[in-house]
């Protein structure tokens, strides 16, 4: 995992203590002090871990008055240099929600993470991205039109009326949803549904561009 830190204000100057204090939570961490703040490497830990993690970055980062990111879990160095462009975008959109400053982990901003540059490389949902990806393949296996059910009741957000406008029942409606669930592991009634309507608009861009 990778993290970036930037300083709230000019001539900021604790970057040795800031990686200091992030060693000592976390051994094994590598820090890398630079001219606009932090940038580091993290090993990838368990979601309890993580979690504690996550809470004591933010602590150091609102401490010392910084703007902070965390890419997602990431193994192996092949994927240092696209977790750092998400450590990179997660921190350019806490600047812009927390200018108290902070730290947040890119797989909490929701829709927010299609709002800033990345490149074609980084997936800003890897998540929804996945179980987009499954069900095109499902589709296309079995001729069936769960990514088109599921997209039409996401601009809906209603059982009636996207029943109706697919010419279906609602009890039909309510089993294609319930498998979209099963398949993907997705929770309807608790996910952003936002940022799933925007990872299956991504996946149809990226299918169009080849």
Do not use: C, F, K
Not at 106 to 116: D, F, H, I, K, T
Request: a neutral charge.
């Amino acid at each position: 995992m990778a993290i970036v830190l930037e300083p709230l204000t000019a001539g900021w100057q604790r970057a040795d203590a800031v990686a200091a204090r992030i060693r000592a939570h976390l051994p094994g961490a590598l820090t890398d002090p630079v001219a606009n703040g932090l940038r580091g490497l993290l090993p990838v830990v368990d979601e309890r871990a993580l979690e504690q993690l996550d809470a004591e970055l933010d602590r150091i980062a609102r401490e010392e008055r910084l703007v902070g990111g965390r890419s997602g879990p990431r193994p192996g160095v092949v994927a240092a240099a696209a977790g750092l462009q998400e450590a990179v975008a997660a921190a350019r959109i806490v600047r812009a929600l927390a200018p108290e400053g902070g730290l947040r982990a890119w797989e909490s901003l929701g829709a927010y993470r299609y709002l800033v540059s990345t490149t074609g490389d980084v997936d800003p949902d890897l998540r929804h991205g996945a179980a987009v990806a499954l069900l095109v393949d499902y589709d296309r296996q079995r001729g069936s039109t769960l990514v088109g059910t599921l997209e039409r009741y996401l601009a809906d957000r209603s059982v009636v009326p996207t029943a109706r406008a697919l010419s279906i029942h609602p009890n039909t409606l309510r089993q294609r949803l319930e498998r979209v669930e099963a398949l993907t592991g997705l929770d309807l009634a608790r996910e952003d549904l936002l940022s799933l309507e925007l990872a299956i608009m991504r996946h149809r861009l990226l299918a169009a561009a080849g």
